[in-house]
């Protein structure tokens, strides 16, 4: 199993950065497939961006150009890097991850753990 705990989220002015941060417990981290979600209010968790299986990484359509999903297995933390922020990208942010192989990685179901997630506001 592992724990997850999310960090780095704000605000930012529109056109601005932030990364954010998820560290994991667990001595076999690297093994994990690592997701990123967002929920804005009163809407369901969207997909944001996933490291998966043997590290292929994924986007949604939306942030794809301007989100990178990194990870140092050193550290067992993985980053989301948010560039060019949008009105839009206003949500609380989680990460997630799976300690099995195979699954949908756009699907919040194919996920064992998820963090208490971390609130990210642009403002105009």
């Known amino acids: 199993q592992v724990q997850l705990v999310e960090s780095g989220g704000g605000l930012v002015e529109a056109g601005g950065s932030l990364r954010l941060s998820c560290a994991a417990s667990g001595r076999t981290f690297s093994s994990y497939s690592m997701g990123w979600f967002r929920q804005a209010p009163g809407q369901g968790r969207e997909f944001v961006a996933a490291?998966?299986?043997?590290?292929?990484?994924y986007y949604a359509a939306s942030v794809k150009g301007r989100f990178t999903i990194s990870r140092d297995n050193a550290k067992n933390t993985v980053y989301l890097q948010m560039n060019s922020l949008k009105l839009e990208d206003t949500a609380v942010y989680y990460c997630a991850a799976r300690n099995r192989w195979g699954g949908t990685y756009s699907y919040t179901s194919a996920y064992d753990y998820w963090g208490q997630g971390t609130q990210v506001t642009v403002s105009s």
């Open positions: 490291t998966w299986s043997g590290s292929s990484t």
